[in-house]
């Protein structure tokens, strides 16, 4: 069956905050955020999925001002609010991003065991290296990390949190009375783990999350990140903007987990899509060119700068896209292709970052449900994904259009469930629960 993961988020696209249907949430309107999960679950989505960023961006021109043009300056604390979420939900997973960059192992483990606890088995983490200065400089860094170090921390943080996960054993917990046992100390497990970036005694002072592992989300397209997504994640929310580049990817990353000695369908890849969904094919193609109409060049430049962590504002913004892609610090694999698509169509400056801010690169179907859903059926049945991420343009508080017209259309068509089976995240993804490296 195909996965399908709800963003949620006040809308992905850059100019969607300003559309008049649009909700706001500054990052912390609660009621909507339950009301959005709460849909998602009636619609019986595998995952809510809560991004992060660490800063407020401040790249473009060295300041603070083109930032407030766009929505990227009020984040909801992910693993907060997810287990918040968990109280008012029952079946929907729970995923939420966690910097390895910015994050201490042992902390990180407890919280995300707890909601794995509270949830019922229903908790995920994504796990990102972070983007920009801004973020390094919140946590005591003049400068972010650069692209190797942070991803060899990464697979470092990877490790450390399921051997925590592991080290507090699932039957540690005897509570005899009579013979005054409350635990087996046999069942507790010390790491000793000294590391290039972390040193951790262990064991963790929680026991095991009852899928064993909360499920492991990787996102990016850079080499560094296939690679330890090989090794070590178990579903991908990944940019591809066409079939045919997501079809390559997919077959690749398969490969790549085999030469690692893990089964291929133990990794969901899902990439991000943007729907656009009307009445008709006009209708909806009118709702595209007003959400357009709403992106300001100055919001897309600011917006692109702090991904990449380079200031254009240097540039003229209609001038040619500047070929930076070997000076890319922040998202490398996704911004060199898109200099480089840029670059090869002519476009300006200008043009290239409201083209971006329009879906950030993810393929964005524009039309009627029916051709929606029959687009998303060719990718999964032509193996380019195993399902998707649905990042909405904007928050309706009323209605929405993918949950309440595409996913009835792809339910009709056998591809995609009408109600949840009992059982945790990891079951409802095919996932298998892993052993404990420490039990005998």
Same mark, same amino acid.
């Given at each position: 069956?195909?996965?399908?993961?709800?963003?949620?988020?006040?809308?992905?696209?850059? $100019?969607?905050?300003?559309?008049?249907?649009?909700?706001?949430?500054?990052?912390?309107?609660? =009621?909507?955020?339950?009301?959005?999960?709460?849909?998602?679950?009636?619609?019986?989505?595998?995952?809510?999925?809560?991004?992060?960023?660490?800063?407020?961006?401040?790249?473009?021109?060295?300041?603070?001002?083109?930032?407030?043009?766009?929505?990227?300056?009020?984040?909801?604390?992910?693993?907060?609010?997810?287990?918040?979420?968990?109280?008012?939900?029952?079946?929907?997973?729970? $995923? +939420?991003?966690?910097?390895? &960059?910015?994050?201490?192992?042992?902390?990180?483990?407890?919280?995300?065991?707890?909601?794995?606890?509270?949830?019922? $088995?229903?908790?995920?983490?994504?796990?990102?290296?972070?983007? &920009?200065?801004?973020?390094?400089?919140?946590?005591? %860094?003049?400068?972010?990390?650069?692209?190797?170090?942070?991803?060899?921390?990464?697979?470092?943080?990877?490790?450390?949190?399921?051997?925590?996960?592991?080290?507090?054993?699932?039957?540690?917990?005897?509570?005899?009375?009579?013979?005054?046992?409350?635990?087996?100390?046999?069942?507790?497990?010390?790491?000793?783990?000294? +590391?290039?970036?972390?040193?951790?005694?262990?064991?963790?002072?929680?026991?095991? =999350?009852?899928?064993?592992?909360?499920?492991?989300?990787?996102?990016?397209? &850079?080499? /560094?990140?296939?690679?330890?997504?090989?090794?070590?994640?178990?579903?991908?929310?990944?940019?591809?903007?066409?079939?045919? #580049?997501?079809?390559?990817?997919?077959?690749?990353?398969?490969?790549?987990?085999?030469?690692?000695?893990?089964?291929?369908?133990?990794?969901?890849?899902? =990439? +991000?899509?943007?729907?656009?969904?009307?009445?008709?094919?006009?209708?909806?193609?009118?709702?595209?060119?007003?959400?357009?109409?709403?992106?300001?060049?100055?919001?897309?430049?600011? *917006?692109?700068?702090?991904?990449?962590? !380079?200031?254009?504002?240097?540039?003229?913004?209609?001038?040619?896209? =500047?070929?930076?892609?070997?000076?890319?610090? +922040?998202?490398?694999?996704?911004?060199?292709?898109?200099?480089?698509?840029?670059?090869?169509?002519?476009?300006?400056? $200008?043009?290239? /970052?409201?083209?971006?801010?329009?879906?950030?690169?993810?393929? /964005?179907?524009?039309?009627?449900?029916?051709?929606?859903?029959?687009?998303? !059926?060719?990718?999964?049945?032509?193996?380019?994904?195993?399902?998707?991420?649905?990042?909405?343009?904007?928050?309706?508080?009323?209605?929405?259009?993918?949950?309440?017209?595409?996913?009835?259309?792809?339910?009709?068509?056998?591809?995609? #469930?009408?109600?949840?089976?009992?059982?945790?995240? %990891?079951?409802?993804?095919?996932?298998?629960?892993? /052993?404990?490296? *420490?039990?005998?």
């Amino acid at each position: 069956m195909m996965n399908l993961a709800l963003y949620l988020d006040s809308g992905i696209h850059q $100019g969607g905050w300003r559309h008049p249907d649009a909700a706001a949430t500054g990052g912390s309107n609660w =009621p909507l955020y339950r009301r959005i999960a709460q849909r998602a679950e009636a619609a019986k989505l595998d995952l809510i999925f809560v991004a992060d960023k660490l800063a407020i961006d401040d790249v473009y021109g060295g300041h603070l001002a083109q930032t407030a043009q766009h929505r990227q300056v009020g984040w909801s604390e992910p693993l907060t609010l997810l287990a918040a979420l968990a109280a008012v939900t029952d079946d929907i997973g729970l $995923g +939420g991003t966690v910097s390895s &960059s910015y994050s201490v192992p042992y902390t990180t483990a407890r919280q995300l065991a707890n909601i794995d606890h509270i949830s019922g $088995g229903r908790a995920a983490w994504n796990v990102v290296t972070s983007l &920009s200065h801004a973020e390094a400089r919140n946590f005591g %860094r003049s400068e972010h990390f650069s692209h190797a170090a942070r991803y060899r921390r990464a697979a470092e943080f990877i490790e450390v949190m399921k051997a925590l996960w592991d080290s507090f054993e699932e039957d540690a917990l005897i509570m005899d009375k009579a013979q005054a046992r409350f635990a087996d100390p046999a069942r507790f497990h010390r790491l000793d783990h000294q +590391g290039e970036s972390f040193d951790v005694q262990g064991p963790l002072n929680l026991p095991r =999350p009852p899928q064993g592992h909360p499920v492991v989300i990787q996102a990016g397209v &850079s080499d /560094a990140f296939i690679d330890l997504a090989a090794q070590q994640a178990e579903m991908l929310f990944v940019v591809q903007p066409t079939r045919e #580049r997501a079809q390559q990817f997919y077959h690749n990353l398969k490969q790549r987990a085999l030469q690692y000695q893990r089964q291929p369908d133990q990794l969901r890849v899902l =990439p +991000g899509m943007v729907p656009i969904v009307g009445n008709t094919q006009r209708d909806a193609e009118e709702r595209a060119e007003y959400l357009k109409s709403l992106i300001t060049v100055e919001s897309g430049l600011s *917006f692109v700068s702090a991904s990449m962590n !380079i200031d254009l504002s240097q540039y003229p913004i209609d001038g040619p896209v =500047p070929d930076l892609r070997e000076q890319i610090t +922040g998202s490398k694999g996704r911004f060199q292709y898109v200099i480089a698509s840029a670059i090869e169509q002519n476009l300006t400056l $200008g043009e290239m /970052a409201k083209r971006y801010a329009e879906s950030l690169s993810f393929p /964005a179907p524009t039309g009627t449900a029916d051709t929606i859903a029959k687009q998303m !059926i060719e990718w999964y049945q032509h193996q380019a994904c195993d399902g998707f991420v649905i990042l909405p343009t904007y928050i309706d508080e009323r209605e929405d259009r993918f949950l309440e017209q595409v996913v009835p259309r792809l339910q009709h068509a056998g591809v995609f #469930r009408s109600e949840y089976q009992p059982g945790t995240l %990891r079951d409802r993804l095919g996932l298998v629960k892993p /052993a404990n490296r *420490f039990h005998t």
